[in-house]
């Protein structure tokens, strides 16, 4: 039988390590304990948190509601000539999936190698790094209706996939709870190299064949040279989107500062370098009070120990308003506020 606990803490539950507490605490370890818990009235008129690796979110307060942690796991594959589908339950710690994929010759994740949190998460946010993003390999996606205590599946295109944007963060914004995701994977590799230092440090290594492993093994390299273990540092990755910009405000900023990084997408916006941003002005490294950026990446905000919710949320805006008055671009948090 689903027990709900009470008064629990959330500092091991949340990567950033802030300390605050939970009124209920209910572990969901099966599609069914979901319609269990839904079946009292109580948990649909209660604030609620759904709660995966919570790699991606800074909590302001004490929640005091409802908070589900997901621990569904679980990976099953078929293979049909080239194709594999693979399916994971929501609980499955993402780098896990990466490694289990990797491991099978399953590619299309490689580049998302070492991304700090869970498999239900992965298309809330559209997970993305080194040029590839989580659309390019999503298949499709079971979730729990709340309102109904149904179950739905949404393929790729019932998503509304955007950069670090989905469906279930806006129009269906906590009406649904993701239970397992499926993702269409090949085993004929299409490799994509151009991303970051990725073709760089191959070749540094000497690899001039690469297979999925080694393209994985680079990403984790690269990844943990710039980024924080939050086992040891708490931290949520990156804090902060890429901003995306139309051309000619772009024009605008490069006629000020020449050298700003960049990448053109496809549909003729500019994207910048948030981090490039936040160092430019002078952030990187800089400590205050127990929170401040990374020192080696300027676009991780860090809890360097009995940091609050609120306290890395002022910081944050004090860089978004000092970028914004520099270069004139507005940053977006990319983690979740929950206030």
């Not at 992965?122 to 309102?147: R, T, W």
């Not at 205590?149 to 996939?161: E, P, V």
């Not at 009406?175 to 070749?203: C, F, H, W």
């Not at 160092?279 to 809890?303: F, H, I, R, S």
Request: net charge negative.
């Amino acid at each position: 039988m689903l027990q709900i606990q009470e008064n629990v803490s959330l500092k091991n539950f949340n990567t950033f390590g802030v300390d605050v507490n939970a009124r209920y605490f209910a572990e969901i370890s099966h599609p069914d304990d979901l319609t269990e818990l839904f079946l009292d009235p109580q948990w649909l008129q209660t604030p609620r948190l759904v709660l995966g690796g919570g790699s991606n979110m800074l909590l302001i307060n004490d929640f005091d509601g409802l908070v589900i942690r997901m621990n569904i796991r679980g990976i099953e594959h078929r293979i049909n000539h080239n194709d594999v589908t693979v399916e994971a339950g929501a609980g499955e710690v993402w780098n896990d999936l990466v490694n289990f994929c990797v491991q099978h010759g399953y590619a299309g994740i490689e580049n998302l190698s070492l991304i700090p949190g869970s498999v239900g998460a992965s298309p809330i946010q559209n997970i993305g790094a080194y040029g590839v993003e989580l659309k390019d390999v999503f298949h499709s996606c079971k979730a729990f209706e709340i309102a109904t205590g149904t179950f739905k599946t949404f393929t790729n295109a019932d998503c509304h996939f955007g950069y670090r944007e989905s469906v279930f963060k806006s129009d269906l914004k906590e009406q649904y709870i993701i239970v397992s995701v499926k993702y269409d994977l090949s085993l004929t590799p299409r490799l994509n190299l151009s991303y970051g230092a990725i073709a760089q440090e191959l070749a540094a290594r000497g690899v001039t064949e690469p297979t999925i492993k080694d393209v994985s093994q680079v990403v984790s390299h690269i990844r943990v040279a710039k980024l924080p273990d939050p086992s040891t540092i708490g931290n949520a990755g990156s804090f902060f989107k890429n901003p995306v910009i139309a051309a000619a405000d772009f024009e605008s900023v490069k006629q000020k500062f020449t050298n700003v990084v960049n990448y053109p997408t496809a549909d003729g916006m500019v994207k910048l370098a948030a981090g490039w941003l936040i160092e430019q002005c002078g952030w990187k490294g800089k400590v205050v009070g127990n929170t401040g950026t990374w020192k080696d990446q300027a676009l991780v905000l860090v809890n360097h120990g009995g940091a609050t919710g609120q306290e890395v949320y002022n910081f944050s805006s004090q860089i978004i308003d000092s970028v914004y008055s520099k270069f004139g671009v507005l940053l977006q948090r990319e983690v979740n506020i929950i206030s």
